[in-house]
């Protein structure tokens, strides 16, 4: 007969809070480390969205450019044209945006989707104010004072004509 008054308790874990937090502390990094490295596959992500797109009808199929004068529209078309029946919420609005900027006589563009399947283009123009004489050449300019282009054709001479320094 043993008595139980005189042994010692051994306690392998003193504190089971702490336990318990350091387990789900654990766990929840693993969890973030897992799915970081499954999203971090861009490829597998755009995959997956256009695969979503086309099954749902978010592409991008119709384009709405409002009226231009001088800018040409084949241009816009141009830049435009290597997305269509891609994700319309793959389009990147913002490298649009950035070459568009980058013809002539565009001053602004206002890009927007309706995130179904239309892409809205809103291009606002430079107005020249005149042409400035240079190197025997004449350029339009604008009234921030930007060269738009190069002159092209002669009878268009209803602008005031600068030259000089």
Do not use: A
């Amino acid at each position: 007969m043993t008595s139980n008054i005189n042994k010692k308790k051994i306690n392998f874990f003193p504190n089971r809070k702490l336990l318990k937090n350091s387990i789900v502390l654990i766990f929840i990094f693993s969890l973030i480390i897992f799915v970081y490295y499954k999203i971090s596959d861009k490829e597998k992500i755009e995959k997956f969205i256009q695969s979503i797109s086309e099954r749902f009808d978010y592409q991008f199929i119709s384009l709405e450019i409002n009226s231009l004068n001088r800018v040409d529209k084949s241009e816009v078309v141009k830049i435009i044209d290597k997305y269509y029946n891609q994700s319309i919420f793959l389009i990147p609005l913002s490298d649009i945006s950035k070459s568009l900027h980058d013809l002539n006589w565009v001053k602004n563009v206002n890009l927007s989707t309706n995130f179904k399947n239309e892409v809205k283009i809103q291009i606002f123009e430079y107005i020249p104010i005149g042409l400035f004489y240079f190197n025997n050449q004449y350029f339009y300019f604008s009234r921030e004072g930007k060269i738009i282009e190069k002159l092209r054709e002669k009878n268009n001479q209803n602008f005031i004509i600068f030259s000089g320094k």
